[in-house]
Nanobody
Framework: QLVESGGGQVQPGGSLRLSCTAS????????IGWFRQAPGKEREGVSC???????DYADSVKGRFTISRDNAKRTTSLEMNNLKPEDTAVYYC????????????????WGQGTQVTISS
């Protein structure tokens, strides 16, 4: 099970930190990713951290978002800085064994999503 938290509404240029808490599986053996979906748009991969700690980012968030994991606390975090209106979306935490993927269907577990709204 994956549970996201930390969403909310901030002004452009602001920051948010999303967290994903995992239960029911061995987190150290899993890659954790973040996807997002805005109204009327396709779901897109945002970032991923593999079981070994390798990280990937979508071009649109490179330099602004940072993904990290704390296996002892069973959490993965997505630090989002310099947020833009186009970052507005529902953000989903997903998990798959070991390696990252850019495809949603490659992930076997996902959370309920958390809303992020960037607006002045």
């Amino acid at each position: 099970q994956l549970v996201e938290s930390g969403g909310g509404q901030v002004q452009p240029g602001g920051s948010l930190r999303l967290s994903c808490t995992a239960s029911g599986f061995s987190l150290p053996a899993f890659a954790i990713g973040w996807f997002r979906q805005a109204p009327g748009k396709e779901r897109e991969g945002v970032s991923c951290i593999s079981a070994s700690g390798d990280t990937d980012y979508a071009d649109s968030v490179k330099g602004r978002f940072t993904i990290s994991r704390d296996n002892a606390k069973r959490t993965t975090s997505l630090e989002m800085n310099n947020l833009k209106p186009e970052d507005t979306a529902v953000y989903y935490c997903v998990a798959r064994s070991w390696a990252c993927s850019t495809r949603w269907n490659d992930f076997g577990s996902w959370g309920q999503g958390t809303q992020v709204t960037i607006s002045s």
